[in-house]
């Protein structure tokens, strides 16, 4: 008994040594909710698994909020090593010099074998300099997909086993559920994303220039060809016949489908986990719609979520944390482990498999949606999109298509304004940043 | 009215001591950001300042091209002065009864200074939480009577929602300065009048109201200022500046082009004219609106 006692003792006496010589990693992210949990359980398996470093998260509100409170950290000089930023900043992050380190380099440095072959390449050529230096670290990586209610698909007499997959088909079904009093058939999270950004790329179509951005900063907005004014003119039909129901900006109109109002959605594949944990009903994934005539589609769709950044001006040790950390979250079992818990992209081939061969897909029909809609051979106009200013633009299309869901304007002019406001801030963004 | 009374200092530096507090404090809140945010709106530079351009006029020249800025001047207007006119004209209204409650007028006078407790994104949040087409309680109820309630579409719901926020959290401060000036009125004045033969409504209109005139000039300014700088907020919380750009007033821009695009310049730039408008405003205030007040 005493000796145990002792032992005990010394254990204790040793695991507190090691807390004060250990490294602290500060980590701001903006993860809500089931996602905020995931992270700190991320945090606390990899301080657990090793002794040389802690990994402290810090939730810093929503991403453009955590982006300012970095800038204004690492003007003061105290930022931290580790920064989540959404895809929106990807352009600005990148043109900001001497601001970060890119990941390829903190990996190399710390002496890990780091092959960006073995990310899904739509997620790893999204965050990779277009010399071929992956600049960020894939994290939670999502793209846009469709929900559906089951339940209430069956109570409009609509087989809940074959989703729409094509837009005639949404709105066909959207039809038949109004017709059955129901009083949002469709709605959508995330507008612009999803139905300019996402519907850009799944159509093989370009939605700016010069590889949507992803070539350089003289990229301009196109986004009006006669595809993209008759998706929009359709939704817009559709919101006037009560089909679609505008529910608001960014992921405000997620709750709606959640609570059963909404019986169609179309929103980030990062939903999952809050579906899964909350909706009182069944529900099921598919892919985005599109037109079934337009030669290429689908292709596949635009990247969303947000990676980590690693800031400039730390100590060599603390990199060498930061490097251990994200071989960690490279892992395929922590991969897969994430990709199962949150519906967040895997980043690795191999987590895909070994996700695969576990037959969650199987037991969890939909769930492999995203996915498959993102491992195909990406194209040039299909790569990912990468604007500058595009917090603004993303703004400028919120409120040119809630014209168009109000009636005041047509998609064309409505989309015609979006280039001429866009096109505005990409050569500003572009002269900005010349040097 | 009373001779205007003057001291006279002896010591040279005594007056310098007394107002350098003041002189202090307003450098340090005002002198130096609004010497910042001109020096910054003549440059561009990324978010983390470290490319840093002088570019002269140039982010002037790009709000002056842009439709929907200028739009917003419209929009501000309409909401101050829906946000000013509501805010002073209600609370004047609630203090005047508030002053004549004889029990219980403690109970009434803390319920109406609560509001100014609350945060102004909270403000937007709770009145988004009644007006939200989904959830909201009273939409709910607007809708059951057949009022199609919908201020994510509706221009005018959005701007009824944001200018009911605003005057609602605006309130218990203008409140508050009624009743402390209907409160310094002689009561003599009022009871005279009364043995007069005037009724209440007369007594109010030819006695009260013109004594309260400072009160009210007062709480105009500071009614505009509020209207024009402290809402983003609000709007922020409620509306987003939607639907469109419908609800997206002047200092909301300077928030979100600021803190949410980093567009530091274009923010700077805006914050500059917003500057300058309410000084002009302000001085014509003084200038035209205060001659008709008596002290």
């Known amino acids: 008994m005493k000796l145990r006692l002792t032992l005990s003792a010394l254990a204790l006496g040793l695991t507190s040594l090691a807390a004060q010589a250990q490294t602290e990693i500060q980590w701001w992210h903006s993860m809500t909710a089931v996602n905020g949990e995931w992270v700190n359980d991320l945090a606390k398996n990899f301080n657990a698994s090793q002794k040389d470093y802690k990994v402290v998260p810090v939730f810093k509100g929503s991403y453009d909020e955590s982006m300012t409170a970095a800038v204004a950290a690492f003007r003061a000089g105290n930022a931290p090593h580790i920064l989540q930023v959404f895809e929106v900043g990807t352009a600005t992050m990148m043109a900001s010099k001497g601001v970060v380190v890119p990941v390829g380099k903190v990996m190399q440095d710390a002496g890990f074998k780091f092959d960006p072959s073995a990310y899904v390449p739509a997620v790893a050529g999204y965050y990779t300099a277009p010399n071929g230096q992956m600049l960020s670290f894939p994290f939670n990586s999502s793209t846009t997909v469709f929900y559906y209610n089951k339940d209430a698909f069956k109570a409009a007499g609509i087989d809940a086993s074959a989703p729409p997959t094509t837009w005639p088909e949404v709105a066909l079904a959207a039809a038949k559920l109004k017709a059955s009093g129901h009083k949002c058939p469709l709605t959508i999270a995330w507008q612009g994303w999803t139905q300019l950004e996402s519907f850009s790329t799944w159509h093989n179509t370009e939605l700016a220039t010069q590889g949507n951005g992803m070539r350089g900063t003289n990229a301009r907005l196109v986004a009006n060809s006669p595809l993209h004014v008759r998706h929009i003119e359709n939704l817009g039909n559709m919101a006037k016949q009560g089909l679609f129901v505008y529910k608001g900006r960014m992921n405000v109109p997620e709750a709606s489908f959640v609570s059963g109002e909404c019986a169609m959605i179309t929103t980030s594949s990062g939903f999952y986990g809050n579906v899964a944990k909350n909706a009182k009903f069944a529900y099921g994934l598919s892919t985005l719609p599109y037109y079934p005539d337009v030669a290429g589609a689908p292709q596949n769709t635009v990247i969303g979520g947000a990676s980590l950044w690693v800031m400039s001006g730390k100590k060599p040790a603390e990199y060498k944390g930061v490097a251990t950390f994200f071989n960690y979250l490279s892992n395929a079992e922590v991969q897969s482990a994430s990709h199962k818990r949150t519906g967040y992209l895997p980043i690795t081939m191999a987590a895909f498999k070994l996700t695969e061969q576990s037959g969650f897909y199987k037991q969890n029909p939909g769930t ?22 595009y917090v603004q633009i993303r ?3 919120d409120e040119e298509l ?10 064309k002019e409505a989309l015609d304004s979006i280039i001429k406001r866009g096109n505005e801030l990409l050569e500003r963004f572009e002269k900005a940043n010349k040097g | 009215m009373a001779a205007e009374k003057r001291i006279v200092f002896r010591s040279s530096w005594l007056p310098w001591v007394l107002i350098a507090p003041q002189v202090v404090i307003i450098s340090v809140f005002f002198f130096w950001p609004a010497g910042q945010a001109l020096l910054q709106s003549f440059q561009q530079s990324d978010p983390f300042g470290t490319s840093v351009e002088w570019v002269g006029l140039e982010n002037f020249v790009n709000l002056w091209r842009d439709d929907t800025y200028l739009a917003s001047f419209g929009t501000t207007a309409t909401f101050s002065a829906l946000v000013a ?6 609370s004047l209204v609630l203090a005047y009864f508030a002053d004549r409650v004889v029990r219980g007028s403690t109970f009434y006078r803390t319920l109406m200074i609560w509001p100014y407790a609350v945060a102004p994104a909270v403000a937007g949040v709770v009145w988004l939480f009644l007006f939200s087409p989904s959830i909201g309680v009273v939409s709910y109820a607007l809708n059951q009577w057949g009022f199609e309630w919908n201020a994510l579409l509706n221009s005018r719901h959005a701007m009824a929602l944001v200018v009911m926020a605003a005057v609602w959290k605006q309130l218990s401060y203008n409140f508050l300065f009624f009743l402390a000036g209907l409160q310094s009125i002689p009561k003599s004045l009022i009871e005279a009048a009364a043995i007069d033969g005037a009724g209440p409504w007369r007594r ?16 105009l300014v500071i009614n505009v200022v509020y209207a024009f700088f402290d809402t983003f907020g609000i709007v922020d919380a409620a509306t987003k500046g939607g639907p469109g750009k419908d609800t997206a007033i002047l200092v909301y821009k300077v928030y979100f082009d600021g803190f949410k695009a980093l567009d530091l310049g274009s923010s700077a730039a805006q914050s500059v004219v917003l500057m300058v408008i309410v000084v002009a405003l302000t001085v014509v205030q003084f200038r035209f609106v205060e001659k008709k007040v008596n002290y």
Not at chain 1, 402 to 411: S, Y
Not at chain 2, 85 to 90: D, K, V
Request: net charge positive; proline share 4%.
């Open chain 2, 204 to 219: 109010f209109w030819t006695i009260q109201f013109p004594l309260l005139s400072p009160t009210s000039f007062f709480l």
């Open chain 1, 402 to 411: 809630e014209q168009v869901w109000a009636g005041k304007k047509t998609a």
């Open chain 1, 368 to 389: 492999d949606t995203a996915v498959n809609q993102m491992i195909r051979k990406t194209t040039e106009k299909s790569r990912g999109i990468r604007l500058g200013n």
């Open chain 2, 85 to 90: 006119g509501l805010g002073i004209s209600i």
């Open chain 1, 395 to 397: 703004t400028i299309e």
